[in-house]
């Protein structure tokens, strides 16, 4: 009998170091490092692209929320959209955000959203790995996603909405695989409605991906298998399931509908607002946006991998959404690179005998000890917010009791009504309840010398706080009827002179 009571331990042990040496071989792979790398660029990204205008609203839109429990139905933030009526549809990422900043203040706020980029292209590149991709090829792939990606790397809501949709990406490849998981999509979309509108991205790749298997054929090197009916009845339930699932929300069908409101009704926010026009490929993101073209065209045109039909629609959907507006090259960040990464083989295939776990963990540990090290101070981050918004300004102005009717540069709203909840802006950039009254034509006219003066005088504005060196800020140094109060690197103040009477306008 003691010869079976001994053994059994041993092989016990056996199998229990088995499988830590298999979970470290996971853990400390190569693909591993090339994700920890991608976390490297995300990071230096991040860093760079922290003070985001926006940031600043939603933590005043939570903080209020979170101090009354109760959704404000109208604007009291502005004076000139004082009383509209406001959705406020990002309130979950919204307080995501402000519970970031109540634990570790502007630090907070940048592990929150660099967390947020890993876990969104760690997402990616398993999808990449998933569709057949060599892991070294992936990462080529990916990081061509990221510098997409670039465009709107910020503390944004938005980013939630694209979690979201790699989520939706993970559930509808798991179900190509194994017709399994789709009971998840719902889930998904439930929280996405309360996340951010962009949840409609998610509704229209889903319909393309059950369209793309309405059909069945091959067409030159794209194919198509069309869904067994039992598939096809299993994604339309999830579909119907997942529209019913929109309504999930403490606002109901408004928030539903807010993104029909957005194509029909504010199409002066499109042609105003720079990351709403299409791709100038002058810029750095415009290069970017055609080395991926011209990098799928390359793909197509070298690759015999045939194409399936939802790739090619998904691929064209993400291209007329990236080249027309800027916002959307995030977008196709997401939905190219698994496409683009089983078409390309520029690296030497990744072997996993080839693996050295011990020299993998130390790449590791020296990329997460250099994360920590570079994590920006709260003072730094301080700084670079002071860089870009007229701190010291509004500071000035806070000494000084100057609380009149003030215009102000587009980005600054939101930063007034956080820093100096006292002072109501002209404008911030919730520019939806701008548009519906006229307000964010107007701010256009001061701020591309169409009707400067006669606006300012239409609103009976009594102090401008602008950026230096813009055309402007020179005319309004040679306005008649205003003066320049306060100036610094960030901004300058200009006060109504006391008596002086409004300019003419041009219909006087």
């Avoid at 042990?13 to 979970?23: A, D, K, Q």
């Avoid at 928030?255 to 750095?284: C, H, K």
């Avoid at 006292?422 to 939806?432: H, M, N, S, V």
């Amino acid at each position: 009998m003691s010869g079976p009571t001994v053994a059994a331990p041993r092989q016990a042990g056996s199998l229990s170091t088995g499988r830590r040496t298999h979970l470290a071989r996971r853990l400390f792979s190569f693909p591993a490092v090339c994700m920890a790398l991608l976390a490297a660029a995300i990071f230096g990204l991040c860093v760079k692209q922290f003070a985001e205008p926006d940031i600043w609203w939603h933590l005043r839109s939570a903080q209020d929320l979170w101090g009354s429990h109760n959704f404000i139905p109208a604007d009291t933030y502005s004076f000139t959209a004082a009383g509209a009526p406001r959705i406020n549809y990002e309130w979950l990422s919204e307080l995501a955000y402000f519970f970031a900043y109540r634990v570790g203040g502007l630090r907070g706020i940048l592990t929150l959203y660099f967390g947020v980029l890993v876990a969104i292209f760690s997402g990616v590149y398993y999808l990449c790995c998933k569709a057949g991709a060599d892991g070294t090829n992936s990462v080529l792939a990916v990081f061509l996603g990221i510098l997409l990606a670039a465009v709107s790397i910020g503390p944004r809501t938005l980013l939630f909405g694209w979690l979201c949709l790699v989520g939706v990406l993970i559930v509808l490849d798991r179900f190509r695989r194994t017709g399994k998981g789709l009971w998840l999509m719902p889930l998904v979309f439930a929280l996405w409605i309360n996340l951010h509108p962009s949840w409609i991205f998610g509704m229209v790749v889903v319909a393309l991906t059950i369209g793309a298997g309405l059909v069945e054929g091959e067409w030159g090197l794209v194919g198509a298998t069309k869904w067994k009916s039992a598939e096809l009845r299993s994604l339309l339930v999830a579909l119907a399931a997942s529209i019913a699932a929109l309504f999930v929300n403490p606002l109901g069908y408004k928030m539903v509908l807010y993104p029909f409101d957005f194509l029909f009704r504010q199409q002066s926010n499109v042609n105003y607002i720079a990351e709403w026009q299409g791709v100038d490929f002058s810029t750095g993101d415009g290069k970017v946006a055609l080395v991926a073209v011209m990098g799928l065209i390359a793909a197509a045109l070298l690759s015999r991998r045939q194409w399936r039909l939802y790739e090619v629609l998904l691929t064209a959907f993400a291209l007329w959404a990236a080249l027309s507006h800027t916002r959307f090259l995030f977008f196709a960040g997401l939905i190219l690179p698994p496409i683009f990464a089983q078409r390309i083989d520029l690296l030497t295939p990744y072997n996993p005998d080839e693996d050295r776990p011990l020299l993998n963990a130390a790449i590791m540990a020296c990329i997460v000890a250099g994360i920590v090290f570079f994590f920006p101070s709260q003072a730094k981050l301080q700084q670079k917010v002071d860089e870009e918004y007229p701190t010291e300004a509004l500071t000035f102005m806070q000494r000084n009791h100057l609380n009149g009717r003030i215009f102000n540069q587009y980005f600054w709203g939101g930063y007034m009504e956080w820093a100096a909840p006292q002072l109501k802006p002209f404008i911030d950039g919730r520019a939806d309840i701008f548009v519906y009254n006229g307000v964010l034509d107007d701010h256009r006219k001061v701020t591309g010398i169409q009707q400067p003066l006669e606006v300012l005088n239409k609103y009976e504005i009594d102090y401008a706080l602008l950026q230096p060196g813009t055309p402007l800020t020179y005319l309004m140094q040679h306005a008649p009827g205003w003066s320049s109060i306060y100036s610094d690197k960030v901004a300058v103040l200009f006060a109504r002179t006391p008596g002086a009477s409004p300019a003419p306008s041009s219909s006087d």
